[in-house]
Nanobody
Framework: QAQLVESGGGLVQAGGSLRLSCAAS????????MAWVRQAPGKEREFVAA????????NYADSVKGRFSISRDNGKKTVYLEMNSLKPEDTAVYYC?????????????????WGQGTQVTVSS
C-alpha cells in the first residue's frame, strides 16, 4: 500500500527558508511523477510544483517560480521542496502527491496518492 509522509514544516519569518521532505513507500518511486500541493485556510488546494520521474523536468506555479525548488532522490524514495524568500501568503498545509505516469501535470485531480500534509506558517 502506497504511503507518503511529509516532514519539515514549521513556523518561519517572512524572508526565511524551509525545506520540506516527502518519503514514499509501497510504490515504485522512480515510476511516479511527484508534486507538491498546498491548501491555505479557507481556500482550495493549489498546485505548487511537480517533477518528472527522472528529475529532469520540473513545473512550478507562477506564484512560487524563482523562490521554490523541487527535487527528488530516487535512491532514497524522497522528494523535496526547497522554499526560499517565504511570504505570509505561502502559509498553508503542504501536501506531497504521486502520479502513476511519466507525464508531468498541474491538474491536482490527476494525482493518485497523497500524504497527510505538513503545516507551513510564515509570519510577517
Amino acid at each position: 500500500q502506497a504511503q507518503l509522509v511529509e516532514s519539515g514544516g514549521g513556523l518561519v519569518q517572512a524572508g526565511g527558508s524551509l525545506r520540506l521532505s516527502c518519503a514514499a513507500s509501497g510504490l515504485t518511486f522512480s515510476n511516479y511523477v511527484m508534486a507538491w500541493v498546498r491548501q491555505a485556510p479557507g481556500k482550495e488546494r493549489e498546485f505548487v510544483a511537480a517533477i518528472s520521474t527522472g528529475g529532469s523536468i520540473t513545473n512550478y506555479a507562477d506564484s512560487v517560480k524563482g523562490r521554490f525548488s523541487i527535487s527528488r532522490d530516487n535512491g532514497k524514495k524522497t522528494v523535496y521542496l526547497e522554499m526560499n524568500s517565504l511570504k505570509p501568503e505561502d502559509t498553508a498545509v503542504y501536501y506531497c502527491a504521486a502520479r502513476g505516469s511519466r507525464v508531468v501535470i498541474r491538474t491536482i485531480s490527476g494525482y493518485d496518492y497523497w500524504g497527510q500534509g505538513t503545516q507551513v506558517t510564515v509570519s510577517s
